[in-house]
C-alpha cells in the first residue's frame, strides 16, 4: 500500500528528486514534516515528508519579528519598554497633537485645559492601534510556536505541516519563557492607555459642562446688569 501510494504521489506531481532540487532548503534545523496540498481545486493527496521553507518556520518567524521596527520594544526589561512609549507618547504630543489642538483651542490661557485635553485624546488615539500592531504581530508568532500543525506556502501551494516531538517542545518552552512575556507586557500597556483615554474623555466632559455653566452665569450676569 506505502508503494502504491509513493508512486501515485510521483506521477501526479512529478519526479520527487527534481521538485526537491528545485527548492533548495536547510534541512539540518528542520523538523520532519507532512504536508498535505491544499490548493483550491486542486487533489489533496498525503505525500512524503520534507521540510518547510526555512523562513517560514516558527522559530525563524520569531526572529524576523525582532528585527522589525518596534518590536523588540516589548522585550525591553526593567521599564524598558515603558520609557519607549513614553517617549512616543511625548514625541506624537508636542509635534502632531498639540499643534493640531492649537487651531482649534488658541484663546490661551482661556482654552488651555481644551487645549490640553484635545492634544492628549489624540496622542492615545494614535498610542492604541500602534499596541494593539505589536499584539497582533506577536500573537501570531506565539500561535505558531504552540501549533502541533501550522500552516505554511511552497510552489504556490498551501500546505500544511506536522512537527515532530523534539521540535514542538522546543517552540513550546520558546514561547512560554520568551514570548508569552512580552504579550503580558503588550497586554498591560494596551490596559494602561485605554483606561488613561477613558478618563481623559471623563475630564474632557467634566470641562464641558463647566464650561458651559459658567457661560450661562456670565450671561444671566450680563442680563441682570
Not at 512529478?14 to 527548492?23: E, K, Q, S, Y
Not at 526589561?77 to 502632531?96: E, F, H, S, T, W
Not at 487651531?103 to 484635545?118: D, G, K, N, S, V
Not at 494593539?132 to 504556490?156: C, I, P
Request: aromatic share 10%.
Amino acid at each position: 500500500a506505502a508503494l502504491a501510494l509513493a508512486l501515485a504521489a510521483t506521477a501526479y506531481r512529478g519526479p520527487l528528486p527534481a521538485r526537491l532540487a528545485a527548492h533548495p532548503r536547510t534541512r539540518a534545523s528542520s523538523p520532519l514534516l507532512v504536508e498535505t496540498d491544499t490548493k483550491k481545486g486542486g487533489f489533496s493527496l498525503p505525500f512524503f515528508a520534507s521540510d518547510v521553507p526555512e523562513e517560514q518556520q516558527p522559530v525563524q518567524e520569531l526572529q524576523a519579528l525582532r528585527s522589525q521596527a518596534f518590536y523588540d520594544w516589548p522585550e525591553l526589561k526593567d521599564g524598558g519598554y515603558k520609557d519607549k512609549l513614553v517617549n512616543l507618547y511625548a514625541a506624537i504630543m508636542l509635534l502632531i497633537s498639540l499643534p493640531v489642538s492649537y487651531t482649534t483651542f488658541h484663546q490661551l490661557p482661556f482654552e488651555l485645559p481644551q487645549l490640553i485635553i484635545a492634544a492628549n485624546i489624540g496622542t492615545l488615539a494614535v498610542m492604541i492601534p500602534f499596541v494593539l500592531r505589536l499584539r497582533v504581530g506577536w500573537a501570531s508568532v506565539s500561535q505558531r510556536l504552540k501549533e502541533n500543525t501550522f500552516y505554511y506556502e511552497s510552489q504556490q501551494r498551501g500546505l500544511f505541516a506536522k512537527k515532530d516531538r523534539e521540535t514542538s517542545g522546543r517552540d513550546r518552552l520558546i514561547q512560554r519563557e520568551q514570548v508569552a512575556p512580552v504579550l503580558r507586557r503588550i497586554d498591560v500597556s494596551t490596559a494602561a492607555i485605554t483606561f488613561a483615554l477613558f478618563l481623559t474623555l471623563i475630564t474632557a466632559q467634566v470641562v464641558t459642562i463647566a464650561d458651559r455653566k459658567s457661560t450661562r452665569l456670565n450671561s444671566s450676569h450680563q442680563y441682570d446688569l
